[in-house]
């Protein structure tokens, strides 16, 4: 799995003209799901975006998690994390999982987080979405699921 994390003070996402998740305070998750993945890969990610420590805390210092400043996660599924833009001049996708896999996961990912008591909003699986945030600091991380 990898998972691009922004922190955000709101984000939103919607499907035309329906909204179908939006958080304030919190993660904006973009998540992409490799072919090897596994429970095991959704269980190690989610774990790490509950419980990492890059909320500020009253000195300033990124100290605090998620669920210290009470924030919550938007996931948003996108296979192009895995993209392969090295050859030619359209990206290849080979390295993503397929839908019949990547969706499972993407959905187990979600509850992951949600067993773990944070507060979660989603995407749409395989949507073509407009996703709106407002990035705080910015602060921006990629996490690769070690294999």
Known sequence: MRAVLQR???ARVTV???PTGE???GWLVLLGVGP??????VDWLADKVANLRAFEDAAGKMNLSVQDVSGGVLVVSQFTLYGDCLKGRRPSFTGAAPPAVAEPLYEAFAAALKMLGV????GRFGADMLVELANDG???????VPV
């Open 8 to 10: 955000v003070r709101h």
């Open 16 to 18: 035309g003209d329906e």
């Open 36 to 41: 090897g993945d596994t429970q095991k890969s």
């Open 138 to 144: 910015p602060v921006t991380f990629v996490l690769d």
């Open 23 to 25: 958080i304030s305070r």
């Open 119 to 122: 507060p979660v909003a989603t």
